[in-house]
């Protein structure tokens, strides 16, 4: 009866009912045509019109305006895996970040770098894009810019040794903080090398001192590829992931739709 006016539900539901009491079956029969019939009435009563179509997939902008650490990393890409889930494969992210830990970043790089078709993730840069945040910048399979003399990458290799170093010094401790140090230096390297391309000599000059670079620059090396003044097109749902919230807000353009504190 899915598709029919107010009339008609109701008539087919006393026909349904006549037809029960009507024909004699076995007991297992009648229950379940009674199962259904009580499953009928439910649906004409409450005005369902039958099984709700899916939702179209929609372009999806997640506001990455944050540090970069490991409850920052985490929400970002529950945030994906969710909008993925729910048939949403355009996804844009946002980034303006002064940067924070190599190592979460260089592991969101990887996830997002190979998630599998259809899936595009796109990395635009609307404000700076510093150390850690890179890294991120540079998972983008499509990477743009904001245009602007403001416009920043700031690429430098490590120099926080992790863990808490002892002041007692021994050169097998310098050793692992040396280990570690490179360990992070290789990941930026791996990182930009994946988006550059042909610029492994000026990257590894950066990490090991450190470069800024303007929307222009990072064209010309091929970190982004298009300098662009138009964010997002219009009803595109927008998320946001910042330190002070254990959840990403939802957004649509122009108004907050809902805020999950």
Same mark, same amino acid.
């Given at each position: ?37 009580? /499953? ?60 924070? $830990? ?43 810019? +904001? ?13 926080? +040794? ?11 401790? &310098?050793?692992?903080?040396? !280990? ?19 610029? $492994? ?8 001192? #450190?470069?800024?670079?303007? !929307?222009? #620059?990072?064209?010309?090396?091929? &970190? ?12 595109? &749902? ?11 807000? /939802? ?11």
């Amino acid at each position: 009866i899915y598709g029919y006016g107010a009339l008609r539900p109701a008539i087919a539901l006393l026909s349904t009912w006549a037809t029960i009491k009507r024909v004699k079956l076995p007991l297992i029969a009648r229950y379940a045509c009674v199962v259904t019939f009580v /499953q009928l009435v439910a649906c004409t009563m409450f005005g369902q019109s039958g099984p709700s179509s899916p939702k179209s997939p929609q372009p999806v902008v997640i506001n990455f305006v944050s540090d970069v650490n490991y409850d920052t990393v985490d929400r970002l890409l529950k945030t994906v895996t969710e909008q993925i889930d729910k048939g949403n494969h355009d996804i844009t992210i946002l980034i303006g970040s002064g940067g924070g $830990q190599v190592e979460p970043a260089f592991a969101a790089f990887n996830i997002l770098r190979h998630l599998a078709a259809p899936t595009q993730i796109t990395t635009y840069n609307i404000a700076n894009a510093d150390s850690a945040a890179v890294v991120l910048f540079s998972a983008g399979t499509k990477r743009y810019s +904001l245009p602007g003399v403001g416009m920043r990458f700031l690429i430098h290799g490590a120099f926080k +040794l992790n863990g808490n170093v002892p002041s007692f010094l021994t050169s097998e401790i &310098l050793e692992q903080q040396l !280990a570690q140090v490179n360990s992070s230096n290789q990941m930026v390297i791996q990182a930009m090398e994946a988006a550059t391309k042909d610029h $492994q000599a000026d990257i590894l000059a950066a990490v090991k001192s #450190q470069r800024i670079l303007s !929307a222009e #620059q990072a064209k010309d090396w091929g &970190l982004v590829q298009e300098i662009k003044d138009t964010l997002f097109p219009p009803n595109t &749902l927008m998320l946001v992931v910042s330190d002070s919230q254990p959840k990403p807000e /939802q957004v649509s353009i122009g108004r907050v739709v809902t805020s999950e504190r």
